[in-house]
């Protein structure tokens, strides 16, 4: 999973352009985010067709406030420059919870 310090619009739209990329919005300092961490490899493996990006969202705050990412950690999926799901909230997420929630997007 590629990680992306500084994180703005344009780099939002050059990453998104084409395919399915999935962006977590994470934090060093949140523990919910340390968490989810052991299960990213696992998921990234069983989605090989998906692009992973890991967001600082220290980084990105005023693209995170006009994204509405509130919370964290969370997920924003794109297919070809067009967001098509978010599992946003400032809730603990599981293994299951995430791939569940990528799985609903197909």
């Given at each position: 999973m590629e990680?992306?310090?500084?994180?703005?619009?344009?780099?939002?739209t050059e990453?998104?352009?084409?395919g399915?990329?999935?962006?977590?919005?994470?934090?060093?300092?949140?523990?919910d985010?340390?968490?989810l961490?052991q299960f990213l490899?696992a998921i990234?493996?069983?989605?090989?067709?998906?692009k992973?990006?890991?967001i600082d969202?220290?980084?990105?705050?005023d693209l995170?406030?006009?994204?509405d990412i509130?919370?964290i950690?969370?997920?924003?999926?794109?297919?070809d420059?067009?967001?098509?799901g978010r599992?946003?909230?400032?809730?603990?997420k599981?293994?299951?919870e995430?791939?569940n929630?990528?799985r609903?997007?197909?």
């Amino acid at each position: 999973m590629e990680q992306i310090k500084a994180f703005d619009k344009d780099k939002l739209t050059e990453i998104t352009k084409s395919g399915r990329v999935i962006l977590e919005f994470s934090a060093d300092w949140c523990p919910d985010c340390r968490f989810l961490d052991q299960f990213l490899p696992a998921i990234e493996k069983d989605f090989a067709d998906s692009k992973f990006y890991q967001i600082d969202r220290d980084g990105a705050v005023d693209l995170a406030k006009e994204m509405d990412i509130m919370g964290i950690p969370s997920f924003v999926v794109y297919q070809d420059g067009q967001e098509i799901g978010r599992l946003v909230n400032k809730d603990r997420k599981t293994k299951e919870e995430v791939e569940n929630f990528l799985r609903s997007l197909d």
